[in-house]
């Protein structure tokens, strides 16, 4: 089992930057896979970014593809996720997810991710 929490999220101005954490309990942390998700008022939690177990494999949104980059330290049982070029439709909460489990082919599904953290407010003005 694992448990996640976020940090780094906040106001910026549009085209500005963040980065979020995700760090990880546990000693286990290099064999699942994690996934950055969002969730905007009143839509859909969405597929922001993956990176699987080694850090071997990353796939992104094509809406932040360019813009932010995943990647994650085992040894400090940590995933970031860099935002660049901010846009107002990023506005959301940020949550990271984990898995052990979660084939590469599969990391842009929610459903397939067991353990999830509480969230991070992301707001970007125009």
């Known amino acids: 089992q694992v448990q996640l929490v976020e940090s780094g999220g906040g106001l910026v101005q549009a085209g500005g930057s963040l980065r979020l954490s995700c760090a990880a309990s546990?000693?286990?942390?290099?064999?699942?896979?994690i996934g950055w998700f969002r969730q905007a008022p009143g839509k859909e939690r969405e597929f922001v970014a993956a990176i699987y177990k080694s850090g071997s494999i990353t796939y992104y949104a094509t809406s932040v593809k360019g813009r932010f980059t995943i990647s994650r330290v085992n040894a400090k049982n940590t995933v970031y996720l860099e935002m660049n070029s901010l846009k107002p439709e990023d506005t959301a909460v940020y949550y990271c997810?984990?898995?052990?489990?979660?084939?590469?082919?599969?990391?842009?599904?929610?459903?397939?991710?067991?353990?999830w953290g509480q969230g991070t407010q992301v707001t970007v003005s125009s």
């Open positions: 546990g000693r286990t942390f290099s064999s699942y896979t």
């Open positions: 997810a984990a898995d052990p489990t979660v084939l590469s082919t599969r990391m842009t599904m929610p459903e397939r991710y067991d353990y």
